[in-house]
């Protein structure tokens, strides 16, 4: 069988941004990266753009407390949003990015979809419910990861998708996912090639 392509193997740093107006110009197609601390975000995304390290991982949860913008080419960008639910933070700076995010999911014309990463062994929690509303509110496209799959055996890890769904808005999808044994890559490839519109640009 064909290795399906992936066209996110080309992303790099461009600049991590404390405040909105600090992001790159509002043009092109932004997709953003969210999730709890801990739900395994960074590995997320550094299996799908195929580079060990591109997203720090920490065994310290939390550690991405500004907007990180990664680019795949002048148009197309990946941002990914600070982590959620740590405790070490002080309650200003969680304030702080609580009204950064909204004004981001309110005012960000080129965000084209979000994706919300969960565990699959703890998925709906209070942030992701606020993020999934802020989606809907935005009419923004929204895919649930549901990482660490390979944590679960396939019976139990189908039964927690299924559940997901059938609490999510219309505008939401979700799959499950393993950056370990890499479950569901293509999935995601295919999810995120489409709000990219890279299939467009094939024909």
């Not at 405790?87 to 309110?106: C, D, G, I, N, S």
Request: proline share 4%.
């Amino acid at each position: 069988m064909m290795k399906k392509k992936n066209p996110f193997r080309v992303a790099s740093y461009v600049l991590s941004a404390h405040q909105l107006r600090q992001l790159p110009v509002d043009t092109g197609i932004e997709v953003a990266v969210a999730g709890r601390s801990n739900a395994g975000k960074s590995s997320a995304i550094n299996t799908f753009t195929d580079q060990k390290s591109l997203a720090r991982t920490s065994k310290t949860p939390g550690r991405t407390q500004q907007i990180v913008i990664f680019e795949l080419d002048e148009r197309r960008r990946i941002a990914d949003l600070p982590g959620y639910g740590y405790a070490k933070v002080p309650t200003r700076l969680k304030h702080h990015w609580r009204a950064v995010m909204e004004r981001y999911f309110q005012t960000r014309r080129s965000l084209h979809g979000v994706v919300l990463v969960m565990d699959i062994r703890h998925p709906m929690r209070e942030f992701d419910r606020q993020l999934l509303a802020w989606c809907e509110v935005a009419d923004i496209p929204c895919h649930v990861l549901l990482t660490k799959a390979d944590k679960l055996k396939r019976g139990p890890a189908q039964s927690t998708l299924l559940k997901v769904r059938r609490e999510l808005p219309a505008i939401a999808s979700a799959q499950v996912f393993s950056s370990h044994n890499k479950t569901g890559l293509d999935e995601l490839i295919d999810k995120l090639s489409d709000w990219y519109e890279y299939e467009d640009e094939e024909g």
